[in-house]
């Protein structure tokens, strides 16, 4: 059971670039989010999803798209990176209930991070 | 909104010595409170977390936490340090009623473990 994998972990980009951070979970969760940690900053939410074709914003949504045609992925896009967007992405998955919501006692499952600098 | 303080950004403590680990939150609503830890280079995994009854709740790695809803405090602790408990250490928050938004975070305590 690998639970929630990202890829890549490591990126480098310039200024402008584009890239996709991926996100896949095999422990059929709807709800799957997005977190950039920056230091002294803890983790801030960018965005999120309860479910295929459900998607909404986070604290910090700016500069990032994300879609979910399946419930298995969850893929995180820089259009057009930017230095301030350099950070440990992490990507978390958990249950929700038959209403279609992240019960929030549920515990969160979170990938291994994504290292991205932007020069 | 909730939010959360981590009034200690770095605590260094010696193997087999006791820590406590502060963590304050502010909340108009009804929370449930986690704690997660984080290896270096590794995501997070939760430690424990408390959703209602005893206000002492015990997770893995012999950690333990209090809720103090008066204080509006969730301390975490653990009688005896090890090296391997050097991590970063956050505690979050969410909102007991459900909803989709995610948990919200504290900056973060790193343990630093001295032989």
């Known amino acids: 059971n690998a639970g929630v994998t990202q890829t890549p972990k490591f990126q480098v980009l310039k200024t402008g670039q584009s890239m996709t951070l991926q996100c896949a979970q095999d422990?059929?969760?709807?709800?799957m989010s997005w977190y950039r940690q920056d230091p002294g900053m803890g983790l801030r939410l960018i965005h999120y999803?309860?479910?295929?074709?459900?998607?909404d914003q986070g604290e910090v949504p700016n500069g990032y798209n994300v879609s979910r045609s399946t419930t298995e992925d969850f893929p995180l896009r820089l259009l057009s990176a930017a230095p301030s967007q350099t950070s440990v992405y992490f990507c978390a998955s958990s249950e929700r209930d038959a209403q279609g919501v992240r019960l929030a006692k549920n515990i969160q499952y979170f990938g291994a991070g994504t290292r991205l600098s932007v020069l | 909104a909730q939010s959360v303080t981590q009034l200690d950004s770095q605590v260094p403590v010696f193997e087999e010595a006791p820590v406590e680990l502060r963590c304050n939150y502010s909340s108009s609503v009804s929370v449930y409170l986690f704690w997660y830890v984080q290896y270096p280079n590794q995501g997070l995994q939760l430690l424990l977390k408390y959703l209602s009854g005893s206000t002492l709740v015990k997770g893995i790695n012999g950690f333990e936490a209090e809720f103090n809803k008066s204080q509006t405090s969730f301390h975490l602790r653990k009688p005896s340090v090890h090296i391997s408990d050097t991590a970063e250490y956050f505690c979050a928050v969410t909102y007991s009623g459900g909803g989709a938004d995610g948990l919200t975070f504290g900056k973060g305590t790193h343990l630093i473990i001295q032989p």
């Open positions: 999803s309860v479910g295929a074709g459900i998607t």
């Open positions: 422990m059929n969760h709807e709800y």
